[in-house]
C-alpha cells in the first residue's frame, strides 16, 4: 500500500487550483528554450516544414509525458512527485536516488543557469549586470574564480524569490501566476503581431527534403525541443498542496502543456516568416532577431525585456515546486532530518527552501552549474522513461488501486513517451558517452548515501 503522510506537526497549507497547476506547468516550462533552440533546429533540419514539424512532435510527445504523469499525480496527490511515483513503482531506492539528483544537480544546477540567464538579460538594460561585467577574480590554485555582475544578479533573484515563498504559498504561487500571465501575454503579442503582418519571407513549405540522414537529424532536432518544453511536470510536486489534486493536477498538466504547445508553434511561424532557414541557422537569439526584422530595433528590445520576465517567472516556478521533493524525502527518513519540518506560522516547506536556494546561489557563483547540469541529462531522461513506465508497472501490481484519473489512450500514450525518452538516452549516451558515463556516476554516489539514511531510519525504531 502507498506510504501515508506524516500527520505530526504543521501540514503544508492547501491553497492550490486548478488555475495555480495550469500555470506553475507554464511557468515551469516557459524559460529560454523557445527564443533560441529554433536556430540550432535550423542548422540540423534546414527545412521550413521539419522546422515546424518537429516543434509539433515535441509538443505532442510531451503531452504524452503529461497524460501519463497525470494519472501518477491524480492517485499520489502528495508533495513530491516524481519521488512518490518511483518510490510506489520500485521501490525507495529508486525515489531517493532521484530526489538526490533533483538536489544537488539537475533543480539546483537548472536554477543556477536560469539565474545567469536573468543576469545576462538584465545586464542589456543595466550593465553593472552583465556576465561581462566582472567584479572580482580570485585565484584558486591553477585556476581563477571569476564572479559576474550577471552572477551577482542571479544570486540577488534567487534570494527574492526563496523569501517570498518562505512565507507562503499563496504569496509564492501568487508571484509567479502574474508573472506567468505576464509573459504568456507577451506571447500572445508577438505572435498575434507577427502572423498578422506581411511577411518577410515566403516560408518554402514544400522544398525539397534536405540531404543526409533527415531521420537522424529531426531526433537531433527533437532533443533542443524537448529542452524548450523541459519542465513541465512541475506541477506534480506541489499535489500536496491542491484543493482538489485528482482534478486540478490532470486538468493543469494537459492544460498548460496544450497551451505551450499552440504558442511554441505559433511563434515558430512567426520566425520562418520573418528569417530564411540559412539565416536562422546562423541565429542564436531568434526571437529578437525575428522582432527586430520585423518591427525594428525597438521590437528587439521588447523581446529581450520578455526573455528577461520568461526567466524571472521560470526562475520562481522552480523555487515554488523543487522543495517539495525534498520535503518528502526527508519525511519518508531518506534526507537530512531538518528538512522535513514544515513552518508552523507559514506552513511551507521553508528549511527546504532556503537550503536549496543556498546551494542554488552557490552554484550560480562557483559557475560549474553547466557542466554538472550536462552530465545528468542522462539520468534525469532515464528518470522520466522510469516514471512513465510506472503507470504500466502499477496497473498490473495495484490493479485495484483507486485513480481518480486514467491516462487517456493507455497504453499506447505511455508507451510513446516512455520510447521517446529511452531514444534519448541512447542518443545521449552515443553523442555524449563521457558526460552520461559522468552522470551516472554522480546518481551512483547516492547509493551510499541511501543505505545510511536507511540505516539511521531503522535503528531509530
Known amino acids: 500500500m502507498p506510504t501515508p503522510p506524516r500527520a505530526n506537526g504543521p501540514t503544508l497549507l492547501k491553497g492550490l487550483g486548478t488555475w495555480d497547476a495550469a500555470l506553475l ?29 518537429v516543434w509539433i512532435a515535441g509538443g505532442l510527445l510531451t503531452l504524452a509525458g503529461a497524460l501519463t504523469y497525470a494519472e501518477l499525480g491524480a492517485m499520489f496527490p502528495r508533495a513530491g512527485g516524481q519521488y512518490h511515483y518511483l518510490k510506489e513503482a520500485y521501490g525507495p531506492l529508486w525515489g531517493f536516488l532521484f530526489g538526490w539528483t533533483a538536489f544537488f544537480v539537475v533543480n539546483t544546477g ?11 538579460y538584465l545586464g542589456f538594460f543595466l550593465p553593472f549586470f552583465s556576465t561581462s561585467h566582472v567584479l572580482w577574480s580570485v585565484p584558486v590554485g591553477p585556476l581563477t574564480w571569476t564572479v559576474s555582475g550577471g552572477q551577482v544578479a542571479g544570486v540577488l533573484v534567487i534570494t527574492f524569490l526563496c523569501a517570498v515563498n518562505y512565507v507562503g504559498v499563496r504569496e509564492g504561487a501568487g508571484v509567479q501566476n502574474l508573472v506567468t500571465v505576464v509573459k504568456v501575454g507577451s506571447l500572445v503579442a508577438l505572435a498575434g503581431l507577427g502572423l498578422f503582418s506581411p511577411a518577410v519571407v515566403r516560408p518554402a513549405w514544400t522544398a525539397p527534403l534536405p540531404s543526409g540522414n533527415v531521420l537522424m537529424a529531426f531526433g537531433v532536432g527533437m532533443i533542443a525541443v524537448l529542452w524548450a518544453f523541459d519542465g513541465w511536470y512541475g506541477a506534480t510536486a506541489s499535489a500536496g498542496e491542491m484543493r482538489t489534486p ?49 518591427f525594428g530595433p525597438v521590437g528587439a528590445r521588447l523581446v529581450s525585456l520578455a526573455v528577461l520576465i520568461s526567466i524571472f517567472g521560470c526562475i520562481s516556478s522552480t523555487i515554488v515546486w523543487t522543495p517539495r521533493i525534498y520535503l518528502a524525502m526527508a519525511q ?31 552554484l550560480t557563483l562557483s559557475g560549474t552549474f553547466e557542466e554538472l547540469y550536462t552530465y545528468t541529462i542522462f539520468a534525469a531522461t532515464a528518470f522520466h522513461a522510469a516514471t512513465g513506465l510506472a503507470v504500466i508497472v502499477l496497473r498490473r501490481t495495484r490493479p485495484a488501486e483507486r485513480r481518480p484519473y486514467r ?4 497504453p499506447w500514450v505511455p508507451a510513446a513517451f516512455v520510447l521517446s525518452c529511452v531514444l534519448l538516452v541512447g542518443n545521449t549516451l552515443a ?31
Not at 537548472?110 to 545576462?120: K, M, N, Q, S, Y
Not at 496544450?258 to 508553434?265: D, G, H, M, P, R
Not at 520573418?274 to 542564436?284: D, H, K, Q
Open 25 to 53: 506547468t507554464i511557468g515551469s516550462t516557459l524559460g529560454t528554450g523557445i527564443f533560441l533552440t529554433t536556430g540550432d533546429i535550423a542548422r540540423v533540419l534546414p527545412h521550413t516544414g521539419l522546422i515546424l514539424l
Open 110 to 120: 537548472g536554477t543556477g543557469a536560469l539565474a545567469v540567464g536573468f543576469g545576462e
Open 246 to 294: 485528482e482534478r486540478s493536477l490532470p486538468l493543469g498538466l494537459i492544460t498548460g502543456t496544450a497551451i505551450l504547445t499552440l504558442f511554441y508553434v505559433l511563434l515558430n511561424v512567426v520566425y520562418v516568416r520573418a528569417l530564411p532557414t540559412e539565416t536562422l541557422a546562423g541565429t542564436s537569439r531568434v526571437a529578437e532577431a525575428a522582432a527586430s526584422v520585423m
Open 332 to 362: 519518508d527518513g531518506l534526507f537530512f532530518a531538518h528538512l522535513a519540518r514544515i513552518h508552523a506560522r507559514f506552513r511551507t516547506p521553508a528549511t527546504c527552501i532556503v537550503v536549496q536556494g543556498v546551494w542554488a546561489g552557490l
Open 407 to 410: 491516462t487517456w489512450g493507455y
Open 431 to 461: 553523442t555524449k558517452p563521457a558526460e552520461s558515463l559522468i552522470g551516472v556516476g554522480l546518481v551512483a554516489i547516492g547509493l551510499p548515501a541511501f543505505w545510511w539514511w536507511r540505516r539511521a531510519v531503522a535503528t531509530r525504531s
